[in-house]
Nanobody, 123 residues
Framework: QVQLVESGGGLVQAGDSLRLSCAASGPAFSTYGLGWFRQAPGKERDFVATINRFSGTTYADSVKGRFSISRDNAKSTVYLQMNSLKPEDTAVYYC?????????????????WGQGTQVTVSS
C-alpha cells in the first residue's frame, strides 16, 4: 500500500507560481504511476497531469505549457510545478497512485489518494 500526503498549496495572485509536493510512504514507489487531479467547488474531480514509472508525462489541455509534473524516486515524491496561474486553477489538488504502465486519466482508476491541498488564485 501507498500513503500519499500533499503540501504546497496556498493563496496566490494570477500570474504567480506554486509548486505542489506529494510525499509517499510505502514500498516500491518507483513502480507506481502517479497523477495530479483537481476539484473545484461543485465540480467533478478532473485530471491535471500524470507521470509513469519511466517519467513519461501527459497533461490536460487546460494546463499544458503552464504546469509540469516530475518525480524523485529517491525521495518518494511527485511534484507539480504550476506557473502562470489563473483564477480558474482554483481547486483542491490531489495526488493519486496506481500500478499501471499506461496511466488512466479517470480518477476512479486510481487506487491510492492523498487528502488534498487547496490552491486559490485571486484575480
Amino acid at each position: 500500500q501507498v500513503q500519499l500526503v500533499e503540501s504546497g498549496g496556498g493563496l496566490v495572485q494570477a500570474g504567480d507560481s506554486l509548486r505542489l509536493s506529494c510525499a509517499a510512504s510505502g514500498p516500491a514507489f518507483s513502480t507506481y504511476g502517479l497523477g495530479w487531479f483537481r476539484q473545484a467547488p461543485g465540480k467533478e474531480r478532473d485530471f491535471v497531469a500524470t507521470i509513469n514509472r519511466f517519467s513519461g508525462t501527459t497533461y490536460a489541455d487546460s494546463v499544458k505549457g503552464r504546469f509540469s509534473i516530475s518525480r524523485d524516486n529517491a525521495k518518494s515524491t511527485v511534484y507539480l510545478q504550476m506557473n502562470s496561474l489563473k483564477p480558474e486553477d482554483t481547486a483542491v489538488y490531489y495526488c493519486a497512485a496506481v500500478r499501471r504502465l499506461i496511466l488512466p486519466i479517470r480518477p476512479n482508476d486510481y487506487d491510492y489518494w492523498g487528502q488534498g491541498t487547496q490552491v486559490t488564485v485571486s484575480s
